[in-house]
């Protein structure tokens, strides 16, 4: 899951929030020094990865793509979801999207103190660039892909992974679709 839906999946309190998108930046932190719902958020991130990782609907998306781009799918969902999560917002909350989106952009701003100096970065980043807006739309996937392969420090073939989710987009959503309410589920249970 990218950062979005683990936003949108977490406890809810500003904390875990910021703790849910801090399990991609706790690399060299100390997470028991962290606040416990801070490290509720980290746990509960871990724990959606590891249930994303093994669903068989994520599977069969994966093995939908090229053999030269199969070793990047999940990165490429990851996003992906965000975008099939904001078109489809309403099948899973009552929550007005904008506000929702607006209140995690100040809750991040507002717990700078609770992140990594990456992480920190990476939330100045998204809230002032307003990622998640821009994920509404398909062709801002492309380019936030092809961001990410950029920064991937080996040769690869990554980049323009587009052009393979296009032609399968009915089927990827259609997994998302099967998928997304079992990992709502899962994620409403983890303590």
Do not use: C
């Not at 100390?30 to 724990?47: I, K």
Request: charged share 20%; aromatic share 12%.
């Amino acid at each position: 899951m990218n950062h979005l839906a683990h936003l949108f999946l977490a406890p809810d309190s500003p904390e875990a929030r910021v703790g849910s998108m801090l399990g991609d930046f706790a690399r060299g932190v100390d997470v028991a020094a962290l606040p416990s719902s801070v490290r509720l958020g980290v746990r509960h991130h871990l724990a959606v990865d590891s249930f994303t990782d093994k669903h068989p609907d994520v599977l069969a998306s994966k093995r939908l793509f090229s053999a030269q781009r199969r070793r990047f799918s999940g990165i490429a969902l990851d996003i992906l979801y965000d975008h099939f999560l904001l078109q489809h917002w309403s099948e899973f909350t009552n929550a007005d999207q904008n506000t929702f989106i607006s209140n995690v952009y100040a809750e991040l701003q507002n717990n700078e103190n609770l992140m990594s100096p990456d992480m920190t970065k990476t939330a100045r980043h998204l809230v002032s660039h307003d990622w998640f807006g821009s994920y509404r739309d398909l062709d801002n996937i492309g380019y936030a892909l092809d961001r990410v392969a950029a920064r991937i420090r080996f040769q690869n073939s990554f980049a323009g992974i587009i052009d393979e989710i296009r032609p399968l987009h009915s089927e990827l959503e259609d997994y998302f679709l099967s998928f997304f309410p079992d990992l709502q589920s899962f994620a409403g249970g983890i303590e």
